[in-house]
């Protein structure tokens, strides 16, 4: 039986106009939301599966994908200003620091599933504040760097066809080219390309050692003539040291993306395995490749490193290069992409890009994210100080003192005065400091470098043909 005041809200429903007309729900429509809620609950288990395939061999191959084309490009430039000793001891430290930071980032991933990429991380450690600053600054450096791959794109064209048409031209056939290699929202699909990514970078580098080596050998005076110094070149400055430094950091910061890539792992406790593949191999290609085009070349050697090889060798080394300039830019672009897609879908069943809408929307993003990197190669039409103004302003972050933060903030565990404590605070102090010191000087002297490069006419102006 009904009670009083069961009674009197019915009464007062039938009495309310805008209650009696309203609609009320039919079987049909309980079937029609049971068919909508079972259709998702599909789409979101298959996106959930598709989304977690990718494993710590899968793993190194896309870390190194994202890490080592542009660093490849710009390491003879960088022994050049620091000498050969210097140089190697420098690559072989941030190395080393790399993979230190990698392990923070991938111990952090495992401590707290539920942080898929940095910016997640600002969220953890400074609150809604945090995750906003870091999101922006992750943004702004994924877009930067997807950039840089168009400029190197407008590079390569150029150089293959003698300058056969505006740099504009080629500039928008790259973004393009970028766009389309960009389209798999997975990275286990990017993984795939990640192995042609990689025979492509270490032909092209190994096609610019053996000619600079042969032309070397067979100059007047033979490898004696050729001018590499083991210590930094005379006259050197301040800021061309600041340079050279953080074009090598940049070279190594394969945990840019890491946490996004470790949130596509099937068993996420295998990172380490991929971590010090990674940074091994990275040490090698990177402390070989400026080492040895630097000895061959000497102090004239070109950023990109491509270049250096003279006309015919340029073109072939960088047409096998095209495959690393596109797949590696579209795996940053991915990143910048799946941020953005998965903030506007946040627990949406598209944010798996497995239904129309969530695949128009991925296109959509992909586009605008391509559109404002190229204009920012373009705007910034020179290669070597675009990547020192990127690693300074954003990849000191995300290389040193952001990994350094993690273990001060949050993976720090038992008293601090512990053996195994004091030691990872020296090294964690070190990553802060060089981060700062890089951040700061870094900066000054990549702005110097693009005011210098300037007045002395050294570049085209933006958005030229030239």
């Given at each position: 039986?009904?009670?009083?005041?069961?009674?009197?809200?019915?009464?007062?429903?039938?009495?309310?106009?805008?209650?009696?007309?309203?609609?009320?729900?039919?079987?049909?429509?309980?079937?029609?939301?049971?068919?909508?809620?079972?259709?998702?609950?599909?789409?979101?288990?298959a996106g959930n599966?598709?989304?977690?395939?990718?494993?710590?061999?899968?793993?190194?191959?896309?870390?190194?994908?994202?890490?080592?084309?542009?660093?490849?490009?710009?390491?003879?430039?960088?022994?050049?200003?620091?000498?050969?000793?210097?140089?190697?001891?420098?690559?072989?430290?941030?190395?080393?620091?790399?993979?230190?930071?990698?392990?923070?980032?991938?111990?952090?991933?495992?401590?707290?599933?539920?942080?898929?990429?940095?910016?997640?991380?600002?969220?953890?450690?400074?609150?809604?504040?945090?995750?906003?600053?870091?999101?922006?600054?992750?943004?702004?450096?994924?877009?930067?760097?997807?950039?840089?791959?168009?400029?190197?794109?407008?590079?390569?064209?150029?150089?293959?066809?003698?300058?056969?048409?505006?740099?504009?031209?080629?500039?928008?056939?790259?973004?393009?080219?970028?766009?389309?290699?960009?389209?798999?929202?997975?990275?286990?699909?990017?993984?795939?390309?990640?192995?042609?990514?990689?025979?492509?970078?270490?032909?092209?580098?190994?096609?610019?050692?053996?000619?600079?080596?042969?032309?070397?050998?067979?100059?007047?005076?033979?490898?004696?003539?050729?001018?590499?110094?083991?210590?930094?070149?005379?006259?050197?400055?301040?800021?061309?040291?600041?340079?050279?430094?953080?074009?090598?950091?940049?070279?190594?910061?394969?945990?840019?993306?890491?946490?996004?890539?470790?949130?596509?792992?099937?068993?996420?406790?295998?990172?380490?395995?991929?971590?010090?593949?990674?940074?091994?191999?990275?040490?090698?290609?990177?402390?070989?490749?400026?080492?040895?085009?630097?000895?061959?070349?000497?102090?004239?050697?070109?950023?990109?490193?491509?270049?250096?090889?003279?006309?015919?060798?340029?073109?072939?080394?960088?047409?096998?290069?095209?495959?690393?300039?596109?797949?590696?830019?579209?795996?940053?672009?991915?990143?910048?992409?799946?941020?953005i897609h998965g903030?506007?879908?946040?627990?949406?069943?598209?944010?798996?890009?497995?239904?129309?809408?969530?695949?128009?929307?991925?296109?959509?993003?992909?586009?605008?994210?391509?559109?404002?990197?190229?204009?920012?190669?373009?705007?910034?039409?020179?290669?070597?100080?675009?990547?020192?103004?990127?690693?300074?302003?954003?990849?000191?972050?995300?290389?040193?003192?952001?990994?350094?933060?993690?273990?001060?903030?949050?993976?720090?565990?038992?008293?601090?005065?512990?053996?195994?404590?004091?030691?990872?605070?020296?090294?964690?102090?070190?990553?802060?400091?060089a981060g700062i010191?890089?951040?700061?000087?870094?900066?000054?002297?990549?702005?110097?470098?693009?005011?210098?490069?300037?007045?002395?006419?050294?570049?085209?102006?933006?958005?030229?043909?030239?």
């Amino acid at each position: 039986m009904a009670t009083v005041a069961e009674n009197s809200k019915v009464d007062e429903k039938r009495a309310d106009p805008s209650q009696m007309f309203a609609p009320t729900a039919t079987r049909d429509d309980e079937d029609i939301a049971g068919e909508v809620a079972e259709w998702e609950k599909k789409k979101t288990l298959a996106g959930n599966a598709k989304f977690h395939r990718l494993g710590w061999k899968r793993l190194v191959v896309i870390l190194i994908v994202e890490a080592v084309a542009l660093g490849a490009l710009s390491l003879p430039a960088c022994f050049a200003i620091l000498g050969i000793l210097p140089g190697t001891i420098i690559s072989v430290l941030f190395g080393l620091i790399a993979i230190y930071a990698g392990h923070n980032v991938g111990e952090l991933k495992v401590k707290y599933p539920q942080v898929q990429n940095y910016a997640d991380v600002g969220r953890l450690m400074f609150g809604k504040v945090g995750y906003e600053v870091v999101t922006i600054i992750w943004l702004l450096e994924l877009i930067f760097v997807s950039g840089s791959h168009c400029l190197t794109g407008t590079i390569a064209f150029k150089d293959l066809t003698n300058n056969g048409a505006c740099g504009l031209v080629f500039g928008i056939v790259s973004a393009i080219i970028l766009f389309a290699v960009s389209v798999p929202p997975s990275f286990t699909e990017m993984a795939i390309l990640g192995y042609i990514d990689f025979v492509s970078i270490i032909a092209a580098i190994g096609v610019t050692i053996i000619a600079t080596g042969v032309q070397a050998r067979d100059s007047p005076g033979g490898m004696s003539s050729v001018d590499w110094s083991w210590k930094p070149k005379d006259g050197v400055t301040a800021h061309e040291i600041f340079v050279a430094i953080v074009n090598i950091i940049l070279a190594y910061t394969f945990t840019l993306c890491q946490f996004s890539f470790m949130d596509e792992m099937h068993t996420p406790t295998d990172y380490s395995k991929a971590v010090w593949a990674t940074g091994i191999i990275e040490i090698i290609i990177y402390t070989l490749t400026g080492a040895l085009v630097y000895a061959f070349v000497g102090s004239d050697v070109q950023s990109p490193a491509l270049l250096s090889g003279g006309p015919t060798i340029s073109k072939v080394a960088f047409g096998v290069a095209l495959p690393v300039i596109f797949i590696s830019g579209a795996v940053i672009t991915q990143c910048a992409v799946r941020l953005i897609h998965g903030r506007i879908y946040e627990n949406k069943v598209e944010r798996y890009v497995n239904t129309t809408k969530g695949w128009i929307s991925w296109l959509l993003v992909l586009f605008v994210v391509i559109i404002i990197g190229w204009v920012i190669a373009e705007a910034i039409p020179f290669f070597g100080n675009l990547v020192a103004l990127i690693s300074s302003l954003f990849n000191s972050g995300f290389a040193l003192y952001l990994p350094a933060l993690m273990y001060f903030v949050v993976l720090k565990e038992g008293p601090w005065h512990t053996r195994e404590n004091l030691i990872k605070i020296a090294m964690n102090g070190f990553m802060l400091i060089a981060g700062i010191v890089v951040l700061v000087g870094g900066t000054w002297a990549s702005v110097k470098s693009i005011v210098d490069d300037y007045k002395a006419g050294n570049v085209g102006s933006s958005f030229s043909c030239s």
